[in-house]
């Protein structure tokens, strides 16, 4: 049985492994040992029995191939209505086929699943909404990526990523001490600005304990500087933990299914142990997803849920503009066309757009705001999700499907759109580099703290 | 005075003026040079790819494309590099800006030395990501004296004589005078006291008249007294003076009367706005004008 010294069955668990398998550029012997990698027939099939439980089962059982769903994929749009790009083929095509062989498939065969389940589908979940039955094509491709990934067919970046968080608990080498330290040193820098800013850490019995994505601590620390200034000017009793700060699950992305549960227990004990009264999650999407749609099954969570409510920013934003916790200065509003891109993983899977609308009606100068068609629960994915925008030898298909969002964006006429979702900001930023459409894009934390008033008694004394 | 010098480049012909500058003042204070380089900004989300500042493509990275880009800026400054016997050579990847002031967290420098603008700002790949420029956004909050080269002329360097020091009597600027005074006072120069009442925006709409003009001048001239002259001990280096116009062009012509190498100034330009960093403030207005390095004071 022929398994890669890079490219094998077994998961990164060690920082030793991580770097040896990150210095292997590109992942060049990574593909190369892949395309000799044997699949363990007994091991998938006996997986598939184990795992592949009758909600799945009767979905692809009952589909009726009417071909419904053919339309609703932004994929399938971009490629020219290629058939293949049909997400009930898509489907019925790789995990179909996988059960119906009884795991009797080869390595070439992987390869075409892997390609069908990184690159032709984004886990968006659009197709579930426009199928007569119900099928949702994205749930069976995070179940078929879990198939996939424990048989060693996984794009490098995401053994990588599920390795982050295997080794760090975090999608990027970020230990716990960088995460207070960043944090400390970003109070630091704004406190002159905002007295009596502070980073309360592992406070127990807060209002709120706060959780972010590792790439604000690496690479854009004023990301959590200003998370803190809407806290401190709200007046919120808030926290942080000193470990379980991460809220996001690249291990999703990849189907690594033990660390998806390793990952979110790390954050429930977090919650466990400072009791706050909520949870807040950065402005992320599928951080959201796996935290407090997906983490509570993973973590065999009986009600389905994190062990204290847990909210997306947009929500938390929504209520402290509705409360008058933050006032916005309505001098400062919005003044140019913008537009709002609804990120699947809280709009679609869990419905939060009314919160981001309110939002909107809050920041925007009336007239300024122009909808994306379709939008809402039926907008499309941003073309970069599900782990799309990471992955190095899928670069052109994703480029490709940048293009759906690129023309609803131009639709619009906005100059400026308000991503709350580190994926969509990324495949936003990522589509004007490559498309040069003149778009400007931005999270809601930086344009908040550019119009919120600043109550009296919070303001610098000079 | 100078202990330990971080010199953070784009080890581009941009940064040759404040090359100039850094690896002297490292010779001759004897001070630790760290040559500090953010080779990429990373991209892509969480993957491998980062884009080179230097050559603007994407690349994979590893450690045999970090440890090419560090030889190359030891190449690059490799003459100069022989002159100073303390250094190090640093490259990392990020965002400019955050990176060159997570290093001055780190290393604690006693100055950091930067050049001017990078070039065409539409081009330029530091633009990428994040609005304004790395030096403004590192001269705002670092909380470690920065000297800035921008022109030509400013890194013809033999050395501290003269220093001015412009002032708006503000809190920053009483940092920026406390450093100023230690420094003529370790290296032994003349100080130079500078206000320029402001004439151009303030009075909207209004000329002062001349005797307005002239009595704001007298209550300067007594501020100055009061606030800074009183600590000196030995006045005799030291001169100071007020002039009136446009701040920013009266403390370059000033420098330029008084043969000055080094300006010091404060700067305490509080949020600025992401929409509107370009070269605003006095103190930027300087720093692209003046005929000698800058050094700005946070705190």
């Known amino acids: 049985m022929p398994e890669g010294t890079l490219c094998n069955k077994k998961p990164i668990d060690t920082e030793e492994d991580l770097k040896t398998l990150l210095q292997d550029t590109g992942g060049k012997t990574y593909y190369e040992e892949m395309k000799v990698l044997d699949v363990n027939s007994d091991l998938l099939w006996n997986t598939i029995k184990n795992t592949c439980k009758s909600r799945m089962k009767t979905w692809l059982e009952i589909c009726a191939h009417c071909g419904m769903c053919a339309n609703s994929c932004f994929l399938y749009l971009i490629n020219d209505c290629d058939p293949k790009q049909v997400p009930a083929y898509k489907i019925q095509s790789t995990l179909g086929e996988i059960i119906k062989k009884k795991g009797k498939v080869d390595n070439d065969f992987m390869h075409m699943a892997m390609e069908t389940a990184w690159a032709k589908c984004t886990c968006c979940n659009r197709c579930g909404m426009y199928c007569p039955h119900g099928i949702d094509m994205g749930i069976m491709f995070g179940y078929l990526r879990g198939l996939l990934y424990a048989q060693g067919f996984v794009p490098w970046e995401l053994k990588i990523g599920a390795g982050m968080h295997r080794v760090y608990r975090a999608q990027m080498d970020v230990t716990d001490t960088d995460f207070t330290e960043t944090f400390e040193w970003m109070v630091e820098e704004y406190e002159e600005d905002y007295p009596g800013l502070t980073v309360p850490i592992d406070k127990e019995g807060a209002d709120i304990m706060y959780t972010v994505n590792a790439r604000e601590v690496k690479h854009y620390p004023e990301d959590l500087a200003e998370a803190a200034i809407l806290f401190h000017l709200a007046g919120e009793n808030w926290t942080v933990p000193s470990s379980g700060w991460e809220q996001t699950s690249l291990s999703m992305f990849a189907g690594d299914w033990p660390a998806c549960k390793m990952q979110v227990e790390h954050v429930y004990a977090a919650m466990e142990r400072l009791k706050p009264k909520r949870m807040v999650g950065t402005e992320c999407g599928h951080a959201h997803r796996a935290t407090v749609i997906e983490g509570p099954y993973w973590a065999g969570r009986k009600d389905g849920k994190p062990p204290v409510e847990s909210i997306h920013y947009v929500e938390w934003i929504a209520e402290a503009l509705k409360t008058g916790k933050l006032k916005i200065d309505p001098a400062k509003r919005i003044k140019q066309p913008v537009t709002l891109q609804d990120s699947c993983n809280y709009i679609r899977n869990h419905g939060l757009k009314t919160a981001t609308r309110e939002i909107i009606s809050y920041i925007v100068e009336p007239g300024y705001f122009v909808e994306m068609t379709p939008n809402k629960e039926h907008n499309y994915c941003c073309g970069g999700g599900g782990g799309f925008n990471g992955i190095g030898i899928f670069r052109s298909q994703r480029n490709k499907a940048l293009i759906t969002k690129r023309d609803q964006l131009l639709d619009t006429g906005a100059e400026l759109v308000i991503a709350p979702c580190h994926n969509c900001w990324d495949a936003i930023r990522d589509l004007e580099e490559e498309y040069k459409i003149g778009i400007k894009w931005s999270f809601l934390k930086p344009l908040l703290i550019s119009m919120v008033q600043v109550p009296e008694h919070l303001q610098p004394k000079e | ?299």
């Open chain 2, 1 to 299: 005075m100078f202990k330990k010098i971080l010199f953070a480049t784009s080890a581009t012909p941009v940064c040759d003026h404040a090359a100039r500058v850094a690896f002297d003042m490292a010779q001759r204070y004897d001070s630790h040079i760290s040559v500090f380089h953010v080779m990429g900004i990373p991209t892509r989300g969480y993957s491998q790819v980062v884009l080179d500042v230097k050559t603007g493509e994407k690349v994979d990275l590893d450690d045999d494309y970090m440890d090419w880009v560090k030889e190359e800026v030891k190449t690059y400054y490799s003459k100069q590099i022989e002159k100073v016997k303390k250094y190090d050579i640093d490259t990392v990847v990020g965002i400019p800006y955050r990176e060159i002031l997570r290093a001055i967290r780190k290393l604690k420098p006693d100055l950091v030395i930067m050049g001017g603008s990078t070039g065409d700002e539409e081009e330029s790949v530091y633009k990428k990501g994040i609005a304004g420029s790395t030096l403004q956004k590192v001269a705002k909050s670092s909380n470690c004296p920065m000297l800035v080269v921008n022109r030509p002329a400013a890194s013809f360097w033999g050395g501290l004589s003269k220093v001015v020091f412009g002032t708006d009597f503000s809190k920053a600027s009483d940092a920026a005078f406390n450093f100023a005074l230690k420094l003529v006072k370790a290296l032994d120069c003349e100080l130079h006291i500078f206000h320029a009442l402001d004439i151009s925006s303030i009075h909207l709409g209004r000329a002062l008249t001349q005797d307005e003009i002239e009595s704001k001048i007298r209550e300067s001239l007594r501020q100055i007294r009061g606030k800074y002259i009183n600590k000196i001990k030995d006045s005799s280096s030291c001169s100071f003076d007020v002039w009136e116009g446009i701040p920013y062009v009266e403390i370059v012509k000033y420098a330029r009367e008084k043969y000055a190498d080094l300006i010091v100034m404060a700067h305490h330009t509080r949020k600025m706005d992401p929409e509107d960093t370009r070269l605003g403030s006095n103190i930027e207005q300087v720093i692209v004008r003046a005929g000698c390095p800058v050094i700005s004071i946070n705190k």
